[in-house]
Every structure is written in structure tokens, then in C-alpha cells.
């Protein structure tokens, strides 16, 4: 992916920049990579050891996201490698977009607005009945900095609150559940909202899906990767499934024709912190990161895996 268009000006005040030179152009990559010291990548960048072998001076990955899904953390900490990313600064816009999810999805907003703009009105007449999201069970999978903007977004809407963890969280005031198959079948919407990579691979699964049954409504603004998108497609076909309301994919950008067919689907192109505000805030605080390391100072937002690092 070539550099954010508001990164890239910040990243170029700063650093010298080589933006994608090990796949545009690997023979000119070899003659500098001796010499980088710092990877900006964004939450759906893949920066494995074999890339960090190949850059002997690295000190830095700084991940332009929350999500560092792709980013193999066991190697960096091997190699001394710090990795960083913009966690807060993108709840809200995240949590914005789950909500505009679950109420376009329950009032079915695309189908209305093809069914003004295609004159479909005057001649079929008004659309079939929707289904109503104030007052609905809402199951969160993932209680964290983002699951719990949603949940707040969603009181307001006269929602009920449950959510499964690995661990209950005692700071917030909704019943902790103990399997994701037990949420979801407590709940008439499921967001998910975890991180991705392999602890949670799937962790949505057809029983998941059989759990939320017919009148059920899924939405994954989390990682395409903790939905298992074949059992998805197979469970919306069947009608095990009622609905689903989807910013992220397995294969991103590619998105299964099956899926794309169904009425029942809303789909969004990843576009979970994507308004200007947050993305300058994202690209601020992933430069910040940089210039820290750079300078010699403590960064500003390493990932989890380095807290201990970071208090000495
Ligand atoms: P966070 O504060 O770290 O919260 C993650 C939550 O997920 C925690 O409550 C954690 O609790 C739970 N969790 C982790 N592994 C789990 C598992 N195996 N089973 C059940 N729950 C699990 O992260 P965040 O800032 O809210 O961000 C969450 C994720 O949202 C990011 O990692 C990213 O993938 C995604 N995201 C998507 C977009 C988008 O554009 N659509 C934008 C931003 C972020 P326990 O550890 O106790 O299980
Ligand atoms: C962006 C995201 O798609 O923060 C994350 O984890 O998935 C999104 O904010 C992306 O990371 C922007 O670089």
C-alpha cells in the first residue's frame, strides 16, 4: 500500500523516506537497507523476521493503527526491535462506524436510499417493514478501548450490554459472558471487536453464527480474520444467520462474489478511523513514535508486548 497521503508529508519532513523500495525496486532496496532504521506501517502492513533480517541497524516499527496484527512482535523483541502504535485516538470514529452499521443494516439504509434514488418508490410502492435497533440485546466480543465506546454509543440507544473477554473487565458495568457461543446466543446483535492474529483466527465460527440464529444480525469492525467468512456466506445463504454488517474481510481488498451478492449484507471498504480528524491525529502520534526512537527518547505508545520495557 503506497504511504497514507497524511503520513507521508509528516514522515518526509523528518526522515529520509523510502517509500515500498524492497518491492518496487529490490536491487536499490539491498544498497540501503544497511542503513534504515525505522518501518512506518499501517495496521494492515505484514512486517515479518524476514523483512527485519534484512535490516541489521532497525530500531523501530511504528504501526500508522491500532492493530498490529501483522507484525511479528516475538521477532522484533528478539532483534531489540520497538513496535508502536496509535491506540485511543481512533475510538471514537471506530465506534461511530459500528453503530452506523447495526442501524443501516436493522433499517436497511442502502436498500432505502437505492429505493429513493432509482424511482423504485412510486412504482413498487413502500418498502418492506425493517427491524428495530433501539432496545435490541447488544453482545460485545472484545471489551476494550473500542468495544467500550461502543458499548456507551449503545446505551443511548436503549441497548442492553453484554460482552465476552478472555478475562472480565471489573471496570466496566456489563455482564461478563464466557464463550462467545454463549453471547451470542444471549444477544440479537454481535459486534466484534477484538484484535486480530491467531489467538482469535475464526474465533466467530458457525456455531457462533447457529448461536445468533435467523433474526441474529453480526458486525465485525475488528479483523476480517476472527470471522470465519466461508462459514459466514454458508450461514447467511442457509438463513442460520439473519444479517451481517461487515467493515473487514479475510482477503482484503477482495471480498467473495458470494457475499457481495447477498441483500442481507452491508459492506464497508475498512473504513473504521478513516475521517481526516482521526487519520491526522493516527499519522501524528505514528511520526511521534519515529522522532522519540530517533532522538533516544522513551516512545510515546509502544504495543502491550514492551510495557515491562518501557517501566525500567
Ligand atoms: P484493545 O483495547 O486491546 O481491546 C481488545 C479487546 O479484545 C480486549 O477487551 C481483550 O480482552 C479482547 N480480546 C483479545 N483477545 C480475545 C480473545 N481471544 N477472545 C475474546 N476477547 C479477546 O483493542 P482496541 O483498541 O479496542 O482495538 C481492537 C481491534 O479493533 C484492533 O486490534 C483492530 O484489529 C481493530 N480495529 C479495526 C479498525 C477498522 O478500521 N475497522 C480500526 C481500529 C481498530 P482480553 O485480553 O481479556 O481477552
Ligand atoms: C486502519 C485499523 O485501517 O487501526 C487499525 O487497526 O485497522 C485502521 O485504523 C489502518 O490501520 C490505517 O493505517
Not at 447495526?102 to 439504509?109: I, V
Not at 417493514?129 to 440507544?157: D, E, H, V
Not at 457475499?259 to 459492506?267: F, G, Y
Request: charged fraction near 20%; hydrophobic fraction near 50%; proline fraction near 7%.
Amino acid at each position: 500500500m503506497p504511504l497514507p497521503p497524511l503520513l507521508a508529508p509528516l514522515l518526509r519532513e523528518a526522515f529520509t523516506v523510502h517509500d515500498r523500495l524492497h518491492l518496487l525496486d529490490p536491487a536499490a532496496f539491498e544498497l540501503i537497507a544497511p542503513r534504515v532504521r525505522g518501518i512506518a506501517a499501517s495496521g494492515e502492513s505484514k512486517v515479518g523476521a524476514e523483512l527485519m533480517d534484512r535490516l541489521p541497524a532497525l530500531e523501530i516499527i511504528s504501526v500508522m493503527g491500532v492493530g498490529y496484527d501483522g507484525i511479528d512482535v516475538a521477532a522484533a523483541k528478539a532483534r531489540g526491535v520497538v513496535v508502536t502504535h496509535t491506540p485511543d485516538v481512533l475510538n471514537d470514529d471506530v465506534a461511530d462506524l459500528a453503530l452506523g452499521l447495526m442501524l443501516a443494516a436493522s433499517r436497511r439504509l442502502v436498500a432505502a436510499d437505492r429505493h429513493v434514488r432509482e424511482g423504485l418508490w412510486p412504482a413498487q410502492g413502500p418498502m418492506p417493514l425493517a427491524r428495530k435497533l433501539s432496545g435490541a440485546r447488544l453482545g460485545i466480543l472484545g471489551m476494550g478501548r473500542i468495544g467500550q465506546a461502543i458499548a456507551r454509543r449503545a446505551l443511548a440507544f436503549d441497548m442492553t450490554v453484554a460482552y465476552h473477554t478472555r478475562t472480565p473487565k471489573p471496570e466496566v458495568p456489563y455482564p461478563h459472558v464466557a464463550s462467545a457461543v454463549e453471547l451470542a446466543r444471549q444477544c440479537d446483535v454481535l459486534c466484534v471487536i477484538t484484535p486480530g492474529g491467531a489467538a482469535t483466527k475464526h474465533l466467530v465460527n458457525a456455531e457462533v453464527m447457529n448461536a445468533l440464529g435467523p433474526q441474529g444480525l453480526l458486525v465485525n469492525v475488528a479483523r476480517g480474520s476472527v470471522v470465519d467468512e466461508a462459514a459466514l456466506i454458508e450461514a447467511l445463504e442457509q438463513g442460520r444467520l439473519g444479517a451481517a454488517a461487515l467493515d473487514v474481510f479475510e482477503q482484503e481488498p477482495q471480498v467473495p462474489e458470494r457475499l457481495r451478492a447477498l441483500p442481507q449484507v452491508t459492506l464497508s471498504p475498512h473504513i473504521g478511523s478513516a475521517t481526516t480528524a482521526t487519520r491526522q491525529a493516527m499519522a501524528g502520534l505514528a511520526v511521534d513514535n519515529l522522532k522519540a526512537k530517533a532522538s533516544g527518547q522513551a516512545v510515546v505508545t509502544a504495543v502491550p508486548e514492551y510495557k515491562r520495557v518501557i517501566q525500567n
